[in-house]
């Protein structure tokens, strides 16, 4: 036999042009290929065919405005080529689900619980054929949603607080995972959607499920903290010790990571269950000298006392806004007021963080800033007012150890472009290649390579006098950017009104899974409502993604 050659993971793709064409673009010797659109059944039943459904119905397809994404291995299945894949719904593509715009404050019972069942995440089995294409296995036990409809525990100090049992997560934005296998569900906003019945302080959590069904029942893990969850990232050393890094998407917010209190066992999964209640959250203070500190948010260390003084969103401000008194008794109260606490505590509020990403050697971790075109006042880790294009910043734990309570740090990159320059805020940016705006979805992959996605709004304007972000960086983009370099390479072109987001790949690097979110044209059926779906692309020669 032919011996198989060694696979190389080097970047040779050409860049693909930035374009307004109402499809996906990629490299020359790439397949696209649509898995699983919004409407798609994921348990049995029925599936979107152009008519509205009842909320029986969408409570099992595909919800709507898939966002992050993981991919999970089944022991007994060559996971090059099957496995299990765990995908958000952000929030609902309504123009499938319902006539005319929902109505919070208008709409009848019916439109509120379609809007819930749209919302939250859904788990299917995906294989691939003998051709290389993929699809869901239609009658695997795995596949099952979870929605703004169903029951969900939750743990952790401020589960007192909380409803015993909890109707729904809302606006599941990014994720994550664990080392023992199980995702992390991210509630970014808490208010979208709200059943007016249900308390407030239910929603804004880290969310934990077992894809393979086998531990707890989904949790809301209190312990990580309440705020606009964006994704959750983690960082594991050789003695099984763990940190989680989480973004705040917020004008401004904060970063932030929560270390579990002990190893975890990668014998024995169930033994697991409750590492994320046990264990300290921090948040991050850039220092303009280029150091860090994590100061823990721990209820009676870092000011964080009865009558508290919370500075608020002094970085929206030239004149910095009266400090408010804030009553940290307890933990628990520390952790549903996290945002507060992080500022008490002194964590620097940045330009909307968005995802996070830690390097497979943990020798680099990376940070999305999206954009904040609110800022008033710059500081060394958010340098433009407003930052209408983003930056990314990449830092360093002492040690390269999870466990670490000081870093140093650096402006990877500020987004932007040439041809901005001289219109104001630095618009230009520093890349080097080819250029983006609103850095969002961030991953390097197991052999070390940076990926990134855009969200620039649409529409919007570049900060150029009569031009549209469209006109200077074309639709929304996912990028190859070379750690060293910083050389940006343009990989893939999303179609009309979509952000670009979700990255997962099979381990052979072969297979990427892509979400496009909230396309408004005529993708992914032509002539047929728009509807958000997550993608596959390989190359037709079946060698890795980006050689
Ligand atoms: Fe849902 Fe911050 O993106
Ligand atoms: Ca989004
Ligand atoms: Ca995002
Ligand atoms: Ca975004």
């Known amino acids: 036999?032919?011996?198989?050659?060694?696979?190389?993971?080097?970047?040779?793709?050409?860049s693909v042009a930035a374009n307004m064409n109402d499809t996906v673009t990629v490299p020359t010797g790439y397949t696209v290929?649509?898995?699983?659109?919004?409407?798609?059944?994921?348990?049995?039943?029925?599936?979107?065919?152009?008519?509205?459904?009842?909320?029986?119905?969408?409570?099992?397809?595909?919800?709507?405005?898939?966002?992050?994404?993981?991919?999970?291995?089944?022991?007994?299945?060559?996971?090059?080529?099957?496995?299990?894949?765990?995908?958000?719904?952000?929030?609902?593509?309504?123009?499938?689900?319902?006539?005319?715009?929902?109505?919070a404050d208008t709409a009848t019972a019916a439109q509120k619980a379609l809007a819930l069942s749209a919302v939250g995440i859904g788990v299917v089995e995906v294989a691939k054929?003998?051709?290389?294409?993929?699809?869901?296995?239609?009658?695997?036990?795995?596949?099952?949603?979870?929605?703004?409809?169903?029951?969900?525990k939750a743990s952790g100090p401020a589960s007192g607080l909380l409803s015993g049992t909890i109707k729904g997560m809302l606006n599941n934005c990014s994720s994550g995972r664990t080392p023992w296998g199980t995702y992390l569900t991210c509630e970014e906003t808490t208010d979208n959607y709200l059943d007016p019945t249900q308390p407030e302080e239910n929603y804004g959590w880290v969310v934990e499920i077992d894809p393979y069904q086998e531990l707890a029942a989904p949790t809301k893990r209190t312990a990580l903290g309440r705020f606009d969850h964006e994704n959750v990232a983690y960082m594991a050393d050789s003695n099984s010790r763990v940190a989680f890094y989480m973004g705040h998407d917020g004008t401004p917010g904060c970063i932030y990571k929560f270390v579990c209190d002990r190893a975890y066992?990668?014998?024995?999964?169930?033994?697991?269950?409750?590492?994320?209640?046990?264990?300290?959250?921090?948040?991050?203070?850039?220092?303009?000298?280029?150091?860090?500190?994590?100061?823990?948010?721990?209820?009676?260390?870092?000011?964080?006392?009865?009558?508290?003084?919370?500075?608020?969103?002094?970085?929206?401000?030239?004149?910095?806004?009266?400090?408010?008194?804030?009553?940290?008794?307890?933990?628990?109260?520390?952790?549903?007021?996290?945002?507060?606490?992080?500022?008490?505590?002194?964590?620097?509020?940045?330009?909307?963080?968005?995802?996070i990403t830690v390097a497979p050697d943990n020798s680099a971790v990376f940070v999305t800033l999206t954009n904040n075109s609110s800022r008033a006042t710059a500081d060394a880790a958010n340098p433009r007012t407003k930052n209408r294009h983003g930056h990314i910043i990449k830092f360093k734990e002492e040690g390269n150890s999870p466990l670490a309570t000081t870093f140093s740090w650096e402006i990877f990159l500020l987004a932007g472009d040439p041809e901005l320059a001289g219109f104001g805020d630095k618009l230009e940016g520093d890349i080097n290649g080819d250029t983006f705006s609103s850095p969002d979805g961030i991953r390097i992959d197991p052999k070390g390579?940076?990926?990134?996605?855009?969200?620039?709004?649409?529409?919007?304007?570049?900060?150029?006098?009569?031009?549209?972000?469209?006109?200077?960086?074309?639709?929304?983009?996912?990028?190859?950017?070379?750690?060293?370099?910083?050389?940006?390479?343009?990989?893939?072109?999303?179609?009309?009104?979509?952000?670009?987001?979700?990255?997962?790949?099979?381990?052979?690097?072969?297979?990427?899974?892509?979400?496009?979110?909230?396309?408004?044209?005529?993708?992914?059926?032509?002539?047929?409502?728009?509807?958000?779906?997550?993608?596959?692309?390989?190359?037709?020669?079946?060698?890795?993604?980006?050689?």
């Open 265 to 355: 066992s990668s014998s024995n999964r169930a033994a697991n269950t409750d590492m994320l209640d046990h264990g300290t959250l921090y948040v991050a203070r850039f220092n303009g000298d280029g150091t860090g500190e994590w100061r823990a948010l721990v209820q009676g260390q870092n000011g964080l006392t009865a009558g508290a003084s919370d500075p608020g969103n002094v970085s929206q401000f030239t004149t910095p806004p009266e400090p408010t008194m804030v009553d940290f008794t307890n933990q628990a109260q520390v952790l549903i007021n996290t945002i507060s606490a992080a500022r008490v505590a002194g964590g620097t509020v940045m330009d909307r963080p968005e995802w």
């Open 129 to 152: 054929a003998s051709d290389g294409s993929w699809s869901v296995k239609a009658d695997s036990k795995y596949n099952k949603r979870y929605t703004g409809n169903s029951s969900y």
């Open 33 to 103: 290929q649509v898995l699983l659109k919004a409407g798609d059944s994921i348990e049995a039943g029925t599936a979107y065919a152009d008519a509205y459904p009842t909320p029986d119905q969408a409570e099992k397809w595909a919800g709507g405005n898939h966002d992050g994404m993981a991919y999970f291995e089944l022991s007994g299945t060559d996971a090059n080529s099957g496995g299990l894949l765990a995908i958000n719904f952000e929030y609902p593509d309504f123009n499938i689900l319902m006539d005319g715009d929902y109505d």
């Open 1 to 14: 036999p032919t011996p198989t050659p060694t696979p190389s993971y080097g970047i040779t793709f050409a």
């Open 449 to 547: 390579r940076l990926w990134v996605q855009t969200d620039h709004s649409i529409p919007g304007t570049s900060g150029k006098p009569d031009t549209s972000i469209e006109d200077v960086f074309g639709h929304n983009a996912m990028f190859y950017i070379d750690q060293t370099s910083k050389e940006s390479k343009r990989f893939l072109v999303g179609p009309e009104g979509c952000e670009i987001t979700g990255i997962a790949y099979t381990p052979d690097l072969t297979n990427f899974f892509i979400n496009i979110q909230h396309p408004t044209g005529n993708w992914p059926v032509d002539g047929k409502e728009p509807r958000s779906s997550t993608i596959v692309v390989r190359r037709t020669d079946a060698t890795p993604i980006g050689n």
